[in-house]
């Protein structure tokens, strides 16, 4: 029976760029997916690539910063080794601050916008809102995917699918492998980075909880309708290379319900409109719910477990898909004993041991 040198639980965003990491460290590695691998939060997430010192947990900031400074990089690989685009691109965020979260003054002074609001996006409504302009980037979490599972294959990466993990399983106290609903699978090393069904796998219940998100894509009027991503606090628009514009999200605790609503979806649109007005003539191409993995203090769970060769890379929320890059390396380094560069105790699984 074939032996893997790390088992990593989980197919998303998350996963396989894991799993790609350990293979440049030279390890062989299984990816087992309970469905097909880049369909759950990955696929349904926006991809705005979010480092803002007023919305980012202070303990999370150093790993989002580096992570954001990663992704020109961390895109071209992938994008070379898949021969797909992974549409990264870099116009920044036009913020339409809330009445309640203000930023700080100085952040206002930091993020001006670089031209009049009307020059950067004739489209928009005359909203006579304050707004602030943040270099951020944004992705096409999709083709982002699509890209990490065809180089994870390239470079040999193992998969299984449509097989949930039910248990790590262990001998004398230390990993042995999973058992899954239908076979079971050898490695020394079992990584979980499962998101949202996390806490499901024995031995360990971590306390990880779906967080639903409902989400619409329009076709634009026209390709270049929007350049910048535009955040406002009743919605988020993200334009697409090829004239696509997503319009999201909701924050919904309902389980492992991913049914979309009929009425929330018209209140997104109707958003979208009131922001954009020429959106009025777009075409509605697809609605969805996506789950994010949520925890109960709001930051991921990453690092060794006290099981002896288990791991947990879970628990980002709404920052997977900027976190992947970074979680893939300081997971790396932590799974292969490397030394880790970043202090990584504030996401420690042991903060849930009680």
């Not at 074939?2 to 998350?14: F, Q, R, Y």
């Not at 790993?63 to 070379?80: C, G, H, I, N």
């Amino acid at each position: 029976m074939k032996n893997w040198d790390v088992i990593v639980i989980g197919g998303g965003i998350i996963g396989l760029s894991l799993a790609i990491e350990l293979r440049k460290k030279g390890a062989s590695v299984l990816i087992v997916e309970r469905g097909q691998p880049g369909r759950e939060a990955s696929h349904a997430a926006g991809g705005m690539l979010v480092d803002c010192l007023f919305e980012t947990p202070s303990a999370l900031q150093p790993l989002a910063t580096a992570s954001a400074r990663m992704y020109p990089e961390f895109a071209r690989e992938l994008q070379v080794e898949s021969g797909m685009k992974v549409d990264l691109r870099d116009q920044g965020t036009i913020l339409f601050p809330s009445s309640t979260h203000v930023p700080h003054p100085a952040s206002q002074s930091q993020n001006p916008l670089p031209a009049p609001l009307a020059e950067l996006e004739p489209a928009l409504a005359d909203l006579n809102h304050p707004a602030l302009y943040l270099q951020e980037r944004s992705v096409d979490p999709r083709a982002l995917t699509a890209a990490a599972l065809q180089a994870a294959k390239h470079r040999s990466v193992d998969f299984s699918s449509a097989d949930p993990v039910i248990a790590v399983d262990q001998v004398e106290g230390r990993v042995n492998g999973v058992t899954t609903t239908k076979t079971s699978f050898h490695a020394p090393k079992v990584v979980n980075c499962a998101g949202a069904w996390s806490g499901q796998i024995s031995p360990h219940a971590f306390p990880t909880r779906p967080v639903k998100g409902q989400m619409l894509c329009l076709a634009a009027p026209r390709r270049e309708l929007l350049k910048h991503v535009i955040r406002s606090p009743e919605i988020y628009l993200i334009p697409r290379s090829d004239g696509r514009i997503l319009v999201g999200t909701t924050v919904e605790e309902a389980g492992f319900d991913k049914r979309t609503d009929l009425a929330t979806i018209q209140r997104l649109h109707k958003s979208a409109i009131t922001l954009v007005p020429k959106l009025a003539d777009a075409k509605i191409l697809e609605d969805w719910a996506g789950l994010r993995p949520g925890t109960p203090d709001g930051l991921p769970i990453l690092g060794p477990t006290a099981t002896p060769g288990y791991y947990v890379a879970t628990g980002h929320f709404r920052d997977g898909i900027l976190l992947a890059p970074i979680t893939a390396q300081v997971m790396a380094d932590v799974i292969t004993e490397t030394n880790c560069k970043y202090d990584l105790t504030p996401f420690s699984p042991a903060r849930f041991a009680a």
